[in-house]
C-alpha cells in the first residue's frame, strides 16, 4: 500500500505564489508517474500537471509557463512550484501516483487565491 502526504496548500492573493509538496510512503517498488490534479466546487478534477520517472512532464494549458512540477526519485517526492497565483486556480490540489499500474490519491490540499 502507498500513502501521500501532501502539504504546501493554503491562502494567496493574486499574483502570488505556492508551492505544494507529495511525498509517497509505503510500500513503493516503482512510481512511473507522478501527478497533480484539482477540482474546484461544482467541476470536474483535472489534470494540473504530470512528471515521468525519465523527467518528462506535462501540462494543463491553463498552467503552462507559470507552475512547474518536478520529483525527486530518491525520495519519491513530488513538487509544484505555482507561480502568477489567479483566481480561477483556486481548488483542492491532489497528489496522484502510479505504481505498477495501481493508482494513488492524496487526501486533497486546498488552494485558495484572492483577487
Known amino acids: 500500500q502507498v500513502q501521500l502526504v501532501e502539504s504546501g496548500g493554503g491562502l494567496v492573493q493574486a499574483g502570488g505564489s505556492l508551492r505544494l509538496s507529495c511525498a509517497a510512503t509505503?510500500?513503493?517498488?516503482?512510481?512511473?508517474?507522478m501527478a497533480w490534479y484539482r477540482q474546484a466546487p461544482g467541476k470536474q478534477r483535472e489534470l494540473v500537471a504530470a512528471i515521468t520517472g525519465g523527467g518528462s512532464t506535462n501540462y494543463a494549458d491553463s498552467v503552462k509557463g507559470r507552475f512547474t512540477i518536478s520529483r525527486d526519485n530518491a525520495k519519491n517526492t513530488v513538487l509544484m512550484q505555482m507561480n502568477s497565483l489567479k483566481p480561477e486556480d483556486t481548488a483542492v490540489y491532489y497528489c496522484y501516483v502510479l505504481s505498477r499500474g495501481s493508482p494513488y490519491w492524496g487526501q486533497g490540499t486546498q488552494v485558495t487565491v484572492s483577487s
Open positions: 509505503g510500500s513503493i517498488f516503482s512510481i512511473n508517474v
